[in-house]
């Protein structure tokens, strides 16, 4: 599966942006899907994940309660909703599309090229 991520920008803190990850190739209703960024000289870290079915999701808890992920099965589309953005959530946000699911990088197979958020204090 192909994965394109879009909607990174620069936000005041306080704001709200909305991350896409446009799917295609394999049928994307098979994967659970995840958010992860990655920060200047740190490691990657995992944001969120939902399940293949939608039925479950699981945050950070850096993000939990400010963050949402969705999925559009008809637009094989996944979202990432932020709002109470932060200057610590700066990063580049990645996509990524997995068969076993879980929070940790390795698990997931497909990767995003990845999108630029910058949050101003």
């Known amino acids: 599966v192909q994965l394109q991520a879009s909607g990174g920008g620069l936000v005041q803190a306080g704001g709200s942006l909305r991350l896409s990850c446009a799917a295609s190739?394999?049928?994307?209703?098979?994967?659970?899907m995840g958010w992860f960024r990655q920060a200047p000289g740190k490691e990657r870290e995992f944001v969120a994940r939902?399940?293949?079915?939608?039925?479950?999701?699981y945050y950070a808890d850096s993000v939990a309660g400010r963050f949402t992920i969705a999925r559009n099965y008809a637009k094989n589309t996944l979202y990432l909703q932020m709002d109470s953005l932060k200057p610590e959530d700066t990063a580049i946000y990645y996509c990524?599309?997995?068969?076993?699911?879980?929070?940790?990088?390795?698990?997931?197979?497909?990767w995003g090229q990845g999108t630029e958020v910058t949050v101003s204090s």
């Open positions: 990524a599309a997995s068969t076993r699911g879980g929070v940790l990088p390795s698990l997931y197979n497909y």
């Open positions: 190739g394999r049928t994307f209703s098979g994967y659970d």
């Open positions: 939902i399940a293949w079915n939608g039925g479950s999701r």
